[in-house]
């Protein structure tokens, strides 16, 4: 388990795989032939960069969380858990959508960098602060909303919300301007960083929760630093030239709040299940259903890679045809296929790695492998929306889903326990990409199963570069 890893655009904070790179291979063969906008790399190689590091965070997440789970068990995971969803749910309450509209608005406009980031650092880092102290001052009054996790560690990580939310920002900002590379680097030291921690303070010390929470907000701050420095001399350079202009954070709050409606709504969906868990069940009930959650959350890394490098791409060309996005999509709804199916039959070694006593994490899994494909798909699809103003009926979607996820989380999690909410997960994942998908074909005129199907030509020049490769080595 990590501290928090920040939503970027959808993708989940914990995460853990059994899919080989070579699927990497696959996604980049598939992809290739989309045309390329001057102003950015090559798409594929993007994809391919990106998922090769979030297969170097998953190792770090993955064995982390199996030493957590082994030193400190069901309660300690749970808590640790807790911890991060409240971390993370802050870090979504504070963010008021700027960090996506830090990418939507240098990526159609370069030369707005210096302005954007300015604009989006401060609010954020004061947001950031307000935040970290309501939270404090919520876990003192009322420690039971925690059922039984500390107060003071609630505190302790409430220190990294101003700056994981300025991690997040920046970040958003190398995605817009096509710093693939270093974006990936310092994303992936902030888990490295855990990594090292959970061996540190649990393998080699032998100290507790509270010592291990310590180092995790310690460690928040190094990829902040760094990517603060970087921002801060791209911004000297750019009024150095003499690019300035007005304002922009109206602009950014306007677009952004849309935006923090669909995000702050998902991460509910996806999140708030585990805190009502926890509520009702228990820290060791919870703490079977985050390895559940985690393993699922991982089959959303491959396309969450594909959407968040399809947003800034979108938002530059301004095709309302839905061209590109339509054909990224078909091709994520093929490798999605195979990846779900490897991921069934892995997830019957949960129990092996974790411990007996996470046995049920498999059932709770295989319950929720339905809804997973069906929102893969929608982050990817979805991007034609974000990347093109976003209509304010795609946040109404969310809204409407995240109601119907709460009242059956409260309504059955109390008397069915972790795999009602498995179920709940399903049902929410499949009606907003249901309600999303409907909204796309009536305003773009695409036929559904040209968008999620496949086409035979498709297929023969797949394997006909896989073979060239093969051949080739």
């Known amino acids: 388990m990590v501290l928090t890893q920040p939503e970027r655009l959808v993708r989940p904070v914990d995460r853990m795989s059994d899919v080989p790179i070579t699927t990497v291979e696959a996604t980049s063969d598939v992809i290739a032939a989309a045309p390329i906008d001057p102003q950015f790399g090559s798409f594929a190689s993007g994809v391919a960069v990106t998922f090769a590091t979030r297969l170097l965070i998953l190792v770090c997440v993955v064995a982390s969380s199996v030493i ?12 640790l858990a807790v911890l991060n969803v409240t971390v993370a749910l802050a870090l979504q309450l504070g963010s008021a959508g700027l960090p996506s509209a830090t990418t939507y ?3 159609k406009d370069r030369s707005s960098l210096a302005r954007v980031w300015a604009s989006g650092a401060m609010f954020n880092l004061a947001a ?6 309501g939270l404090i001052g919520v876990a003192s009054v009322r420690p039971d909303l925690f059922n039984g996790v500390p107060a003071r560690l609630i505190a302790i990580v409430a220190i990294s919300i101003p700056v994981q939310l300025l991690t997040l920002l920046g970040l958003n900002l190398l995605l817009a301007i096509d710093r693939i590379k270093l974006m990936n680097s310092l994303d992936a030291l902030s888990s490295l960083l855990i990594f090292v921690n959970a061996i540190v303070v649990l393998v ?8 291990l929470v310590c180092f995790n907000t310690a460690a928040a701050i190094v990829p902040a630093a760094l990517l603060l420095w970087f921002v801060s001399r791209l911004s000297m350079r750019q009024r150095a030239r003499g690019a300035s202009g007005p304002p922009v954070l109206r602009q950014m709050l306007v677009y952004g709040l849309k935006f923090y409606v669909s995000i702050f709504a998902s991460f509910v969906i ?5 805190l009502i868990v926890n509520r009702f069940r228990g820290a060791q009930a919870a703490g079977v259903y985050a390895i559940a959650a985690q393993f699922s959350f991982l089959l959303i890394m491959l396309p969450g890679v594909i959407a968040s490098l399809l947003f800034p791409r979108v938002a530059s060309r301004q095709d309302e045809t839905a061209a590109y996005a339509v054909d990224v999509t078909r ?6 296929m195979v990846v779900c199916v490897v991921a069934a039959a892995g997830s019957f070694a949960l129990p092996i790695v974790y411990g007996a006593r996470f046995g049920d994490a498999t059932i ?8 997973i494909f069906f929102i893969s798909l929608e982050s990817v699809l979805v991007q034609h929306f974000t990347g093109t103003g976003l209509p304010a009926i795609i946040p109404v979607f969310w809204i409407i889903t995240m109601f119907v996820n709460l009242g059956l989380n409260f309504a059955l999690v109390p008397i069915w326990g ?23 074909c009536r305003r773009t005129g695409h036929h559904p199963l040209l968008i999620f199907s496949p086409r035979i030509y498709e297929f023969r020049n797949l394997f006909a570069r896989l073979q060239r490769r093969a051949f080739a080595k």
């Open 270 to 274: 996806f999140r708030a299940d585990l």
């Open 128 to 133: 950031g602060v307000l935040i970290a102290i």
């Open 68 to 79: 957590v789970a082994r030193w400190l068990g069901p309660e300690g995971t749970g808590a």
């Open 418 to 440: 972790a795999r009602a909410a498995a179920i709940n997960s399903t049902v929410s994942y499949v009606l907003i990409y249901a309600l999303v998908t409907a909204y796309f």
């Open 105 to 107: 608005f240098i990526a």
């Open 364 to 371: 709770q899994f295989l319950i929720m492998l339905p809804g």
């Open 331 to 336: 091709h994520t709804s093929f490798i999605m």
């Open 204 to 211: 080699i010390w032998r100290r507790n929760l509270t010592v």
